[in-house]
């Protein structure tokens, strides 16, 4: 599981599709203060890294992800990165198969609230 595996993690930060809390800030014309103040509250993902400051996966600033992603924190019970990140990367049978981020995009966020609910219970 990508959550418990040093080497996947340290993989995962080092993807394409991460950036930092300052490309963060000026993609969403915010500061990297209220990036931070967005990680801390489950408001947006920020992975811990051995470095110091987090890394972000960009595509959580689209609008279908970023509109749930507060709800999803809630839902699971968690404002912690790896966790939620993991959730949503990780194919689930409630969703055939697909993982929760796909099934976001493809319009399905009530169904994917539902099963963060039970999960994070």
């Known amino acids: 599981m990508l959550a418990n595996s040093l080497a996947a993690r340290q993989q995962r930060l080092g993807a394409a599709d991460m950036i930092s809390t300052d490309e963060a800030a000026q993609l969403v014309q915010t500061t990297r203060v209220t990036i931070n103040a967005w990680i801390a509250k489950g408001r947006a993902i920020g992975l811990t890294q051995t470095k110091r400051g987090f890394r972000m996966p960009r595509w959580q600033f689209e609008p279908s992800l970023w509109d749930s992603l507060p709800r999803l924190s809630s839902a699971l019970g968690t404002t ?40 994070g219970n």
């Not at 790896?82 to 049978?93: D, K, M, N, R, V």
């Not at 697909?98 to 039970?118: F, L, N, S, T, W």
């Open 80 to 119: 912690e990165g790896w966790a939620i990140l993991s959730f949503l990367e990780t194919p689930h049978g409630g969703l055939n198969g697909i993982a929760p981020r796909q099934a976001i995009e493809q319009g399905d966020m009530d169904r994917v609230i539902k099963i963060a609910e039970h999960e």
